[in-house]
């Protein structure tokens, strides 16, 4: 153990978890891996370890365990909170608190994802529901719907959009500049429909916040998600959405559209492409398989 000028390993387990939280720029991710932590770190309290200096693998594998039988956690939450420990262990590694991480080799549980059972809106429905955010008395709703359901934008990228961040033009398209998840600069270009969009929300202010709710205050979440709700059922969409649906749309409805994957992981910025692939509705779908178009290919040069 290093840092030996700390009075006891608790102060270094304090200084450590600190430390690693001071990492995300982000609050909401703070305060999730803080409450992951907590659990772990509680859990070593009731077994009589101290996180830094007894814990070893086999811990960290039991602390799953209990997690699975004792907590009632599903696989995904499992896996993200083992992930947490395994990143807070790796961290403290490197920073010499402690010799090894305990965490390098855990086996964490299989996590399988199907973004295509989430509930988007078809074509129609998108329609639907973009047409219900135009002619409300609020320009603001049709904004955050154009926001979601057409750029693609997280609620929470949506709420924090200022005026000045699509005031500026780029290889001739009017664009939309912002700061995405994990600190990531994103540009957007927009389209004409987006724009009148914009600007009606705007409506002739040329600094602040673009969404604003009726207290003049900037749009949050919450009401986002209220907004969200209420034009659904305007749009005559009776399943329950939320505003990570919109999101869902845009990708989906590009897939939908033919636009080539590589192009929709871009537009809805996503490292991996098996992020955007999670998503694609008709990826099932055998009249699309690729062997079609290999048996055309071959045939042609027998």
């Given at each position: ?8 390993p608790h ?33 070593c ?53 402690i ?56 609620v ?41 969009a ?103 040069g027998?």
């Open positions: 153990m290093q840092h030996a000028t700390l009075a006891t102060d270094t387990t304090y200084l450590a978890v600190a430390g690693f939280l001071a990492r995300y720029s982000n609050e909401g991710t703070r305060k999730l891996y803080e409450l992951d932590l907590r659990i772990f770190t509680d859990w309290r009731a077994k009589g370890l101290r996180p830094l200096v007894d814990v070893q693998r086999v811990h960290v594998e039991l602390f799953g365990r209990h997690l699975e039988v004792e907590r009632g956690n599903g696989p995904s939450s499992v896996a993200h909170r083992l992930g947490v420990i395994q990143n807070f262990y790796a961290v403290c590694e490197e920073d010499g608190i010799d090894k991480s305990p965490a390098t080799r855990i086996r964490l549980p299989k996590v399988w994802q199907d973004e295509s059972k989430t509930l988007g809106l078809d074509r129609l429905e998108l329609g639907a529901f973009l047409a219900a955010a135009r002619v409300h008395p609020d320009p603001t709703r049709w904004a955050l719907a154009t926001l979601m359901g057409m750029l693609g934008l997280r929470s990228e949506a709420c924090a959009v200022q005026i000045e961040d699509y005031a500026h033009e780029q290889q001739g398209h009017r664009v939309l500049r912002l700061v995405g998840k994990g600190g990531k600069p994103a540009t957007l270009p927009l389209p004409v429909p987006v724009l009148r914009l600007d009606a929300a705007a409506a002739g202010r040329t600094r602040g916040p673009l969404l604003r709710r009726a207290d003049g205050e900037q749009l949050d979440r919450r009401t986002a998600d209220r907004w969200v709700k209420a034009l659904a059922k305007r749009a005559g969409i009776e399943k329950r959405i939320s505003p990570h649906s919109l999101r869902h749309s845009m990708i989906t409805n590009a897939l939908d559209a033919g636009v080539p994957l590589r192009d929709v992981q871009i537009a809805a910025r996503h490292s991996d492409p098996r992020t955007t692939t999670r998503y694609d509705r008709n990826r099932g779908n055998l009249d699309r398989h690729a062997v079609h178009t290999l048996a055309a290919y071959v045939a042609g027998a």
